[in-house]
């Protein structure tokens, strides 16, 4: 059985980080595109996987526009910066559930109606990479610009002058202009669009599961959001789901099916603990002051004579059994200090408290490990590439420096690649990566003492079940003995 799942990413296509939206453009629709701007010629022809490309246009855009060339050279050639922001990136899964026409007519529907209502054109690529396993989803890459009115290129942002209290410019001495500030002219950038982007994908996508009568729904919310104690799964990626798929365990799959478990545990005990209040709530005959120590003895006694009086011998063997289930359950509620079935339920509802606080902690430092361990896997990549990436930094003679990278290509792109996702998480602080493991050997140390406290709590519902459950059969008994007593004094008058 297939299940839709939420994936919507936002990233920039930028200058500054020696990307083109004209080979950008190329990759995603396995085409061959030449770059006016800087010559490069990018050929994807051989590239597969790629089911579908449109290229969708507002009204006010130039209709040549529609030649993913001709669009992607002129957003090149606008943009005049050496570290310009060329194009905006969104990457959506589409489901499962539906056919390739439908889900490309999906994606197409949730970017026409999103952003090129809006003014912007949008680059439709739709992949399905996998023959073994379906994996369809969409690249849509967009134009940063707004267009004006006659169809040329509006700007992204513009200037305007300080005011005083009176309307007047304010001049600033030191620099001699007077003081201005820069205005977005769209809301494009803002997080609250992200936020917006997100939430109308998961609108879209849920609509389309309704419409094939689809229960499940989607949230673009994290978990933490959504107010779910559960941890989420990590993403597994192509490699470590096709080595699963072949019967090879990797240290991500060990990862999710960790994950899983315990978010399994943490329903099943919060459900367990709702029947067990349920139970309580309906024990409304009995009185709440009763002491439930004395209704355990009895209990323990009755269940002894009553086996007797059916004519079936309890062996010494057996009695000493009963009896120990009994001490464990006396020991329970004399540690715990309920003395009846209203503490007990005060009980219930403070373990069903704390198995929320304790698996908060621990999806915390769930978070952290995998953040370590992250941290620590990127550094041999860093480490051990960084030489190579510093001499062809040093390398002044640029046909010298070309030979160079296409020789060390590799460790170069591994290097980078270490580098921008330190970038990325550390925000220029150092590495340490001798903390990290320290620091990861003591979360893991922690990790087990919250495990062993979760199987505690979950030792605990199970007595207070069996407590209930004892509780119950006693009830039943005695009204039962009570109305063979009631039958015989009415036989005898």
């Given at each position: ?36 701007y800087d ?42 910066s ?12 589409l ?22 209502d ?10 399905s990479?996998?023959?073994?396993q379906?994996?369809?989803h ?10 004006n ?33 820069t205005v ?15 939430e ?28 779910k ?20 365990r ?61 004519g ?44 929320k ?48 990278y296409?020789k060390?290509y ?8 270490a ?18 493991q ?5 979360l ?7 495990r ?42």
């Open positions: 059985m297939t299940i839709a799942i939420y994936h919507c990413s936002i990233k920039i296509i930028s200058r500054g980080k020696g990307k083109s939206a004209v080979a950008a453009a190329a990759y995603r629709s396995g085409e061959r595109l030449t770059n006016d010559g490069t010629t990018h050929d994807f022809t051989r590239k597969g996987g790629v089911v579908h490309t449109e290229i969708l246009l507002p009204d006010n855009a130039p209709r040549e526009y529609a030649d993913r060339s001709t669009l992607w050279n002129a957003v090149e050639a606008v943009e005049k050496k570290n310009a922001q060329l194009s905006r990136e969104i990457e959506i899964a489901p499962n559930e539906l056919s390739e026409a439908e889900c490309v007519a999906l994606a197409k529907e949730f970017a026409q109606r999103t952003f090129v809006k003014g912007m054109c949008a680059d439709v690529c739709i992949h990479p996998s023959r073994e379906k994996n369809i969409a690249h849509i890459m967009l134009t940063m610009r707004p267009f009115e006659d169809e040329t290129w509006g700007d992204k942002q513009k200037k305007e002058y300080v005011l005083d209290k009176n309307g007047n410019k304010i001049y600033d001495k030191r620099k001699r202009t007077y003081k201005c500030r977005q002219t769209t809301d494009w950038n803002s997080r609250e669009k992200a936020e917006e982007w997100r109308a994908w998961a609108e879209f996508l849920n609509n389309a599961l309704e419409q094939r009568n689809i229960s499940e729904k989607v949230d673009y919310r994290s978990f933490e959001r959504q107010g104690i559960e941890k989420p799964t990590v993403h597994m990626g192509v490699a470590a789901t096709q080595m699963e798929r072949k019967g090879i990797t240290v991500k799959g060990d990862t999710n099916r960790e994950i899983k478990s315990i978010n399994a545990k943490i329903s099943a005990l919060l459900n367990r603990i709702d029947m067990l209040d349920d139970e309580l709530a309906k024990m409304k005959e009995i009185p709440k002051e009763d002491s439930l120590l004395e209704m355990l003895m009895r209990f323990y006694d009755n269940g002894i004579k009553f086996t007797e009086v059916r079936v011998s309890v062996s010494n063997l057996k009695k000493i059994s009963k009896f120990k289930d009994l001490t464990h359950l006396i020991a329970f509620v004399q540690g715990h200090k309920i003395g009846t079935l209203s503490e007990l339920a005060e009980k219930s509802s403070q373990t069903k408290e704390t198995l606080s304790h698996k908060r902690e621990l999806i915390g430092k769930q978070n952290r490990i995998k953040e370590l361990e992250e941290l620590l896997n990127n550094y041999p990549r860093y480490k051990e590439n960084k030489a190579v990436y510093l001499e062809w930094q040093s390398i002044t003679n640029p046909k010298k420096k070309e030979n160079y296409d060390h590799g460790e170069i792109t591994l290097f980078k690649t580098k921008t996702f330190y970038d990325n998480k550390l925000k220029g602080t150092k590495l340490t990566p001798k903390a990290w320290r620091e990861l050997d003591e893991t140390k922690s990790d087990e003492v919250d062993a406290k979760v199987e505690k709590l979950g030792d605990d519902v199970a007595v207070m079940e069996t407590l209930i459950y004892n509780v119950q059969r006693l009830t039943n008994y005695e009204e039962k003995q009570n109305e063979i007593q009631h039958r015989r004094a009415a036989e005898l008058e």
